[in-house]
């Protein structure tokens, strides 16, 4: 199973990125997924995860009413859109896909891992 993240750059503080995480070996309809992120001298933190339907979406304060998650099953690939980026928002996320269906904040329920790709905003 591989999970590959991408979409990842610099932008401007108040800007837009879409990172997109597409996989294989595994069909992610099945299972939860989630992004996390990880910035310099921080612990990896949950961003967004949502449950094998679609449903069930959850997202960090942090984050809410910015990022919106969603899924393309034909594609078999999860998005992560992200608007009003602030400079807090720097870090290398992650997407993730889960032990079981439903969705969960917690880093151990997710069993697949991508690689990570960086996101830079700038003031």
């Known amino acids: 199973v591989q999970l590959q993240a991408s979409g990842g750059g610099l932008v401007q503080a108040g800007g837009s990125l879409t990172l997109s995480c597409v996989a294989s070996g595994r069909t992610l309809s099945s299972y939860a997924v989630g992004w996390f992120r990880q910035a310099p001298g921080k612990e990896r933190e949950f961003v967004a995860g949502?449950?094998?339907?679609?449903?069930?979406?959850y997202y960090a304060d942090s984050v809410k009413g910015r990022f919106t998650i969603s899924r393309d099953n034909a594609k078999n690939t999860v998005s992560l859109q992200m608007n009003s980026l602030k400079p807090e928002d720097t870090a290398v996320y992650y997407c993730?896909?889960?032990?079981?269906?439903?969705?969960?904040?917690?880093?151990?329920?997710?069993?697949?891992w991508g690689q990570g790709t960086q996101v830079t905003v700038s003031s």
């Open positions: 949502s449950s094998w339907s679609g449903g069930g979406i």
């Open positions: 993730a896909s889960g032990r079981a269906w439903l969705s969960s904040r917690r880093a151990q329920d997710y069993v697949y």
